[in-house]
């Protein structure tokens, strides 16, 4: 029973990322969204994107508007995942591929102008690269659907491409989840049921903790504490230093978490949802459950805390605002409102992100690639990229 849940989890998975309507082509994984100040980079199905984070004024998309395949070769793309500013470059990664083709890449793409600096590529075996990379501000350590983690060294070039310092191939499943780097240390979530702390600087592995399931989501990290979930309806904390658990929640969660958690600065809370769109206050002394909330649909992306309110994001269309120090019924549920009554259309997959007053919500499909919500009125603030005149 627990394999046919985990393929149809995979088969449901899949059909989202490859089946949905609209925009200039289906999208084909989550899109990613990074800020530097006020400049704002978007990695969203056929392009990356920089453009002014508060009026949604669009400085450059990589490829260009336009641009024309060379030589018989496809344009790079489609990309997902967080862009990561690294110096003058944005680094990004191809993903999968609508016709099933991953592109295998990643991309240095000049913060200046959005001209390609350099690609690496992982050889005709790898495949897509999901979730985006990481760095220590040396290395970048991009996952792969090889199951290989690659440490790309941008300081030292191999002809057209950054030296390959390092790669660790100790997972027997897919790396679909940017791993957490901290303190010299890596620690990767795998498919294969595994959480691994690697050494950043050789690839060394530390420590394995092995769920009872894929884990699918970055864990975060507080006080040498690991929290993270998984797909056997569990979330988990464990020790960082030796991959020891310290606890598990009491009891099932409603569904598979595939969503990062978030660990409140001033309480000892961690939160996080779930597949079925339960959100959840869960005590990170112990592992209990002091609230949640049903919410309409699937959680993905991370939540936000801004002030006393946390932003929650939904596939069924919704922006969810709970108030972070309020008080649950006598069933321990949390009431919750929503920021725009009507929805935004399109199902939100991936972590927004808070400024000046407005939250920045990628949407998974259409093309509208980003919302701007202003959060003390609901209204809509902006629509990247702003549609055409008529």
Request: with cysteine.
């Amino acid at each position: 029973m627990k394999k046919a849940f985990r393929v149809s989890f995979f088969a449901a998975a899949c059909a989202l990322v490859l089946t949905a309507c609209g925009g200039e082509l289906p999208p084909s994984s989550f899109p990613g969204l990074s800020l530097d100040d006020r400049t704002a980079y978007l990695a969203s199905n056929a392009h990356v994107y920089k453009f002014d984070a508060t009026t949604g004024a669009e400085a450059w998309r990589f490829p260009a508007a336009g641009a024309q395949p060379a030589n018989g070769e496809r344009l790079p793309g489609p990309f997902a995942g967080q862009p990561l500013k690294f110096g003058d470059l944005i680094i990004v990664g191809g993903t999968i591929g609508t016709t099933g083709q991953p592109d295998n890449h990643i991309y240095a793409v000049s913060d200046q102008n959005g001209q390609e600096v350099w690609r690496f590529s992982a050889g005709q075996n790898s495949r897509e690269f999901v979730d985006g990379v990481a760095t220590d501000g040396k290395l970048i350590f991009a996952p792969n659907g090889d199951n290989v983690l690659y440490a790309l060294d941008p300081s030292q070039m191999d002809g057209a491409q950054p030296k390959l310092a390092w790669t660790f191939t100790g997972s027997t499943n897919k790396l679909w989840t940017r791993p957490l780097v901290a303190d010299g240390k890596i620690y990767l979530p795998s498919l294969d049921h595994n959480l691994f702390a690697l050494d950043a600087a050789t690839g060394k592995e530390l420590w394995r903790f092995k769920a009872d399931a894929s884990i699918s989501s970055r864990p975060a990290l507080k006080d040498g504490v690991l929290y993270v979930g998984s797909f056997d309806r569990k979330f988990y904390a464990v020790n960082a230093e030796t991959g020891d658990q310290i606890w598990e929640t009491e009891g099932l969660l409603e569904g598979w978490v595939w969503n990062d958690a978030t660990i409140d600065p001033d309480r000892d809370i961690v939160y996080v949802g779930d597949v079925k769109g339960k959100f959840y206050a869960i005590d990170t002394k112990s592992g209990r459950i002091v609230w949640s909330s049903q919410l309409g649909g699937a959680i993905h992306g991370q939540s936000v805390i801004n002030g006393n309110r946390i932003y929650v994001v939904s596939f069924d269309t919704h922006v969810y605002s709970i108030e972070r120090g309020g008080a649950p019924d006598a069933n321990g549920n949390m009431p919750f409102r929503r920021v725009l009554e009507t929805g935004l259309g399109r199902r939100l997959a991936s972590t927004p992100t808070v400024l000046e007053g407005a939250l920045l919500v990628p949407l998974f499909d259409g093309e509208i690639r980003l919302t701007a919500l202003d959060l003390e009125t609901g209204a809509k603030k902006y629509e990247f990229p702003p549609k055409p005149a008529q």
